[in-house]
């Protein structure tokens, strides 16, 4: 049995992988089993990423798990948060699968510019529609106009919550974490862009070109939300990465 923690994006919750966890489920003789254990994302009160992923870490790593292979998925901002739980217990993971994830960096200006940005959505959080909410959010330039697959839950989400997500795991806060990812002892790592998306394909080949353990997979006709816009192929990939983690 393989354990994948699955760590959501922005605007969404735990619900995002339950598609990912059927298709899995339906190929079980295809491949060792694999349990889907989508992660809760709460803000801390205090502190951001790095106290989310130690917290992380520390519930983890006292849980015992079957034939000893855990590992670590992580979307957008899932994947930030992911990067935060490799570097600080990467013994805790048997690997990890990272899709259209930042590591960070900029300059002080360009980080500033992006604390200011995600204040406005957690002010927006608070006090928007959720409708104009997601539909602006939907919107960006990093999706390319496509439409949302993930499933969201109806009547939206805990408006508090969602705005100190934005607070809490600002990318204008989060150190560069490549000077880290390369000196972490990593399991393999796959980072996963989809063939549209060119701003994180671009960092996928930094990242495997800097990072010995990082590989980078490029998944075609899929744009930023590769998990659920190339859903069958997201879920083949998974079945092969992980059959080789437990091949003897």
């Known amino acids: 049995m393989v354990e994948l923690h699955c760590l959501h994006g922005t605007f969404q919750t735990p619900v995002a992988w339950a598609d990912l966890a059927d298709r899995l489920a339906e190929h079980r003789a295809s491949g060792p089993a694999v349990r889907v254990l989508p992660e809760e994302i709460d803000p801390p009160d205090r502190g951001g990423a790095e106290v989310w992923a130690g917290g992380l870490c520390r519930r983890v790593s ?5 034939d000893g292979v855990r590992v670590l998925l992580g979307y957008s901002l899932g994947g930030r948060l992911a990067m935060h ?37 957690a002010e927006r959080c608070r006090r928007d529609r959720w409708e104009d909410l997601l539909s602006d959010w939907d919107a ?68 495997a070109e ?30 092969g990465f992980v059959r080789e983690l437990v091949r003897p």
Not at 62 to 66: F, S
Not at 100 to 118: C, F, L, M, N, Y
């Open 85 to 121: 739980a490799l570097i600080a217990c990467p013994r805790t993971w048997s690997a990890a699968i990272l899709v259209a994830a930042h590591p960070g960096g900029g300059t002080e200006a360009e980080r500033a510019k992006r604390r200011k940005r995600d204040a406005v959505w």
């Open 140 to 207: 960006q330039p990093v999706f390319g106009g496509r439409a949302n697959r993930a499933a969201r839950l109806p009547g939206g989400f805990d408006r508090e919550r969602c705005a100190r997500m934005f607070e809490a795991f600002s990318r204008g806060g989060q150190a560069d974490l490549r000077p880290r990812l390369l000196a972490a002892p990593l399991p393999p790592v796959l980072y996963v862009t989809g063939a549209d998306d060119a701003r994180y394909g671009a960092l996928g080949d930094e990242l």
């Open 210 to 239: 800097l990072v010995p353990a990082i590989t980078h997979v490029v998944v075609p006709g899929a744009g930023h939300r590769v998990p659920w816009e190339r859903a069958d192929d997201f879920a083949t990939m998974i079945r």
């Open 62 to 66: 006292v849980l015992p798990v079957d």
